[in-house]
């Protein structure tokens, strides 16, 4: 019964990545990408990951999914050139693609029996941090060091692309919506948000005990927050503005300094105080929501691509 | 044997490490960089794959999957993501300098340039 669900969602996966490969224009390419986006959500619930599976629906489907269509509206006329599309050697690609793949199917063929596990040691520290989610408890306390360096990883990606933008744009808004907006677009960018953020405050709450989380949460009041940009309902905000600069360190910034504070109250760096660490790590998630909120709707945005007001 | 070569865990991470194939095969193949992009996505994506078939064949302690490596790959699908938008933030910079978004013949190519 499961196993024919499994073989289904397998066939739907591989099927989408073989028409990804084979297709002719991008624009197919990147639509198939986010139906895939979506089945393989499922199958990380197949395989009882309910975080991992909205963080890929949320990010890998929906987000990525955006910025690849839009990325691919601005660049058609490069793209509707005829490019050569095969080059030579393609045979000698395919045999070290076969080889990566079989030497994947090996490994996962071969795993150690038992399994080598670390769900003892993440379980042990879930009950020094009064959580019931053990992912955000080994997100926030048994590997925060990963999570604190990814959230930097973010920032820096954000730097980078701002620093894209020619230099008399510097400190300017990007630009996000069409000329001629459609009337539906605008209805959906008043309706949905309400909703959005209700869904996104759940999830967040949820996360320290039940799937979910900051990122669930973050992209989707990212998402909500696109759209009435894209509606053109509010203008995008210039990225020289303080408040929004605090907006995007501040997650991290609050992080890293309760870190810092472990020296003082825990065992030292990035600990928790027994019976502090609850309300910490929430407060954490909290500001950390929105920075990843605020990073992830910039990252969609582009770099700058209007003068800032003087 | 035959039973647990067909569990969840194994049918996944065998597709997981197709799907790495198939991304791989993209990102040397095509010529458009937006493929190649997303050939890059389809990479990672089953990379992760294969990281959740080992998360669920540790599943001990009460859980029904190892959380450290499900934790892992909710950073990996961000960081993937920041890397996403930063190459997608060359590329259209690169086809606002040039016009071009794909990688061709290199102009120094002067018998390619007679061809066509």
Known sequence: MTLGL????????????????????DRNAVVAFVAFGLLLGLAWVRLYSVDVALTEAAIGGGVTGVLLLR????????????????RSGGALAAIACVLLAGGLAIAVLSFPNPAPTLAPEAAEALGRTGLGNPVTAVLLAYRSLDTLL??????????????????????????????AIPEPLVYLARVLPPFGVLIAV???????????GTFQAGTILAAMYLLVLKAGLRPAPEVKRTALRVLVAGGPALFLAVGFLGFLMADGFLSFPDGAAKP?????????????????SLLVAGPPSKAPAP | ???????????????????????????????????????????????FLVFGAIARRGAAAGFDGDPVPQAMVITGIVVAFSATALSVALLLRLFGLTGRAAFDAPPADASRQDET
Do not use: Q
Not at chain 1, 10 to 18: D, N, Q, W
Not at chain 1, 155 to 178: F, K, N, R
Not at chain 2, 30 to 45: D, E, P, T
């Open chain 1, 150 to 179: 990814e959230k930097i990883v973010l920032i820096i990606a954000l730097v980078g692309l701002w620093s894209l933008a020619p230099e008399t744009l510097w400190g300017g808004a990007p630009e996000l919506h069409p000329t």
């Open chain 1, 6 to 25: 499994d073989l289904t969602l397998i066939a739907g996966l591989l099927a989408l990545a073989l028409h990804v490969v084979i297709v002719r224009d």
């Open chain 1, 280 to 296: 910490l790590i929430v407060g954490i998630e909290a500001a950390l929501t929105l920075s990843i909120a605020g990073i992830l």
């Open chain 2, 1 to 47: 044997m035959i039973a647990s070569a067909l569990s969840s865990a194994n049918l996944f991470g065998l597709c997981g490490a197709s799907l790495a194939g198939f991304g791989l095969f993209i990102v040397i193949i095509h010529a458009s960089l937006l493929r190649r992009i997303v050939g890059f996505n389809l990479l990672g994506a089953g990379i």
């Open chain 1, 71 to 86: 990325t691919e509206a601005l660049i058609r006329p490069a793209s509707a050139a005829p490019t050569a599309s095969r």
């Open chain 1, 202 to 212: 759940y999830e967040f709450w949820v996360g320290a005990d039940a799937p979910g």
